[in-house]
Every structure is written in C-alpha cells, then in structure tokens.
C-alpha cells in the first residue's frame, strides 16, 4: 500500500492537489463536487475514453499526470 501512496505523491501539483481522471464505474456527476478538493480533475468519459480498454486509460492518466 506505501509504493500506492509514493506514486500518488509524484503526480501532486506544484500546489499540492492531486488531478484525478475517475473511471466508468463512478460517476461523471462526481467531477464538480471534486472541484474544490481535485482541480482539473475528469471522468474518462469527457475526455474519450469511454468503454477504452484499461491499458489505454492508464496510458492517458500517465500522460496527463492524473491519478486514476
């Protein structure tokens, strides 16, 4: 569970906040009550990748530098 944390960390802002790109099975509606708590964050839906395969939206989340 401490590498999770690590590598959660490496993703932060330079203001601290972690950018979190949420997956099909939650909710698109969650992204702006996250807002406040996780700028720029997104649901794979609004950026294209709904119904992606796993490899292709953890691909993307580490080429947006979002924390999926």
Known sequence: MSGLCRR???W???DGCLKLL???NLSRRLVPLLESYFPDSTHVCLVGLENARDAEIWSYAGHSHTTL
């Open 8 to 10: 959660a960390r490496a």
């Open 12 to 14: 932060q802002r330079k």
């Open 22 to 24: 949420l997956d099909e």
